[in-house]
């Protein structure tokens, strides 16, 4: 198994770093040996104008087979290791991956003692894999790499040269070329990547590889085009360990984009006030509509889904009918704030044992929300990509169930009332969709038979007779305790 890495180099800088980078000298090869054989690093070409590193990685075929033994499923030696021992020497694969973490760990973290400002540089680089088991062919190297920033160039290798007639073997020649990233990027790239491609591990994958995914992953696994096929494959496959990425994922993916959110948030908020006809602010109307409609359900434990910065939570919490209030959002920025609003770390004891603020994603089902008298999703669903939209129907009306549910979300026909809003414009900048009220009602309507819940609308807001109120709440009441999901 072989790659390796070509950087070029300018007078103040030569190419020879590469060795610093690396941890490994550019004058002598040098030898290290892994569980699955030896890994030689050694430099064909080495000087201020250009260096090239090579990793070479012998693999030991009786000790991986010895080691494989009853790490397989079911305690049978690992199929997938068949191919290690009988297949080309030379190919890289999840052995070579490891090696990269292995030899190289120094540089994968981005650490250099020597050139201490160097590994966050990026340089010229240049990858070769000559024999890259791929499945999935040169297309799918493309679309794996090149979202990343490289220049790809994937040749399939014919099975025998000397045969062209018998085709492509499953291997293609690697070549990536890019001047905008750093070693440590391009090595994680690597270290995910060569796995992938070959899908198929030689050892069992537990989920300790979550942990190294998102890790390798950080910074561009998160919204990568190809996320899912990554994780998926990265984790061979196996279902629970790829939700779990999956979320966490979804997770970073959000924390980083919100961080503007929360403000225009907050600015979108005294937008509607400063164009809302009447005194009171549109938002102040929303919470009120919402308390209401929860006295009048009689709910004691109550979740707050999406609470963004606090506002309801804390609403919620100066009436005491309300025993337990549970706020909810993935956004930890916003949590943090609305921490603050609360004064959580100052509250009394029996206040503090009232309210409580989870992490969490509403995408996916979550078991600390079962079990509740309500539920309000006060201006969320709006910010879901519509894909998305029927896993948080799922996780709300289908797994945590509470019996009342409280949806409320901008009537998009009333936006022609504000004049300060361009025709055609949503409300706000992360708003994914603003609905008409019969496609809200349309949508309350499926999600209530669905899942054994009645519907009925509340307008929020001045009522327009002809576009209708500002904001529209749904207001879902369980009537089918065993009701199931169609
Ligand atoms: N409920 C508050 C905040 C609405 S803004 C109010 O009425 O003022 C929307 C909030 O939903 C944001 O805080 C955002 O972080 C949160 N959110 C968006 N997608 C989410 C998801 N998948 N899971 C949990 N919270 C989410």
Redesign the pocket.
């Known amino acids: 198994m072989f790659l390796t890495i070509t950087t070029t180099g300018t007078p103040d800088r030569p190419a020879t770093d590469l060795g610093y980078l690396l941890h490994k000298h550019p004058d002598s090869a040098q030898q290290f040996s892994t569980s699955y054989g030896t890994a030689h690093v050694f430099y064909p070409e080495a000087d201020a104008r250009r260096c090239t590193a090579a990793l070479l990685l012998e693999v030991d075929a009786v000790a991986l087979v010895r080691r494989g033994k009853g790490k397989g499923r079911g305690g049978a030696p690992d199929a997938a290791l068949a191919q290690y021992v009988n297949d080309r020497p030379y190919a890289a694969s999840s052995l070579l991956a490891v090696a990269i973490g292995n030899v190289f760990s120094s540089a994968v973290r981005g650490v250099c003692r020597a050139l201490p400002e160097a590994p966050a540089r990026p340089r010229p680089l240049r990858v070769e894999v000559p024999a890259l088991p791929a499945r999935g062919g040169p297309g799918l190297v493309r679309r794996l790499f090149e979202p990343l920033g490289w220049t790809v160039t994937a040749e399939p290798v014919a099975l025998d040269s000397a045969f062209p007639e018998w085709g492509d073997s499953r291997y293609v020649a690697l070549v990536l070329e890019s001047d905008a990233l750093t070693l440590a990027q391009a090595l994680r790239h690597l270290y995910v990547l060569l796995p992938v491609l070959d899908d198929a591990k030689h050892y069992w994958v537990t989920s300790e590889e979550v942990d190294k995914l998102l890790r390798a992953g950080e910074g561009w696994l998160p919204g990568h085009p190809e996320q899912q096929l990554i994780t998926t494959r990265y984790l061979s496959r196996r279902w629970a360990l790829t939700r779990q990425a999956m979320e966490r994922l979804?997770l970073v993916r959000?924390a980083e984009t919100?961080d503007s959110?929360?403000e225009e948030?907050d600015n979108a908020?005294e937008e509607e006030t400063e164009t809302e006809e009447r005194p009171t602010p549109l938002?102040v109307r929303?919470?009120e509509a919402i308390l209401d409609a929860l006295k009048r359900s009689g709910a004691a434990r109550v979740l707050?889904?999406?609470?963004?910065?606090g506002?309801?939570t804390q609403a919620l919490l100066k009436d005491p009918s309300f025993t337990e209030i549970v706020g909810?959002?993935?956004?930890m920025r916003?949590l943090t704030i609305a921490s603050r609003r609360l004064k959580l770390d100052r509250m009394g004891e029996r206040q503090a044992s009232r309210v409580r603020l989870l992490h969490?994603?509403?995408?996916y089902t979550d078991n600390r929300l079962k079990g509740y008298d309500a539920a309000?999703?006060?201006?969320?669903i709006e910010?879901?990509d519509l894909p998305?939209l029927p896993a948080?129907e799922y996780a709300v009306f289908g797994a945590a169930r509470p019996r009342t549910v409280l949806v409320?979300t901008p009537n998009v026909e009333y936006n022609v009332r504000w004049e300060t809003l361009p025709a055609g414009h949503r409300r706000h900048g992360?708003h994914r969709f603003e609905w008409t009220r019969e496609e809200f009602r349309t949508w309350a309507h499926r999600i209530a038979g669905l899942h054994g819940y009645e519907v009925g609308f509340t307008p929020v807001g001045p009522d327009d007779p002809e576009v209708g109120p500002p904001t529209q709440m749904a207001e879902f009441t369980l009537v089918a305790k065993e009701a199931k999901a169609a």
Request: charge should be negative.
């Open positions: 979804e959000l919100d959110e929360v948030i908020v938002a929303r919470r707050d889904l999406g609470c963004g910065q506002q309801l909810v959002d993935v956004s916003a969490g994603s509403l995408a309000v999703l006060s201006e969320v910010h879901l998305r948080l409320t992360d």
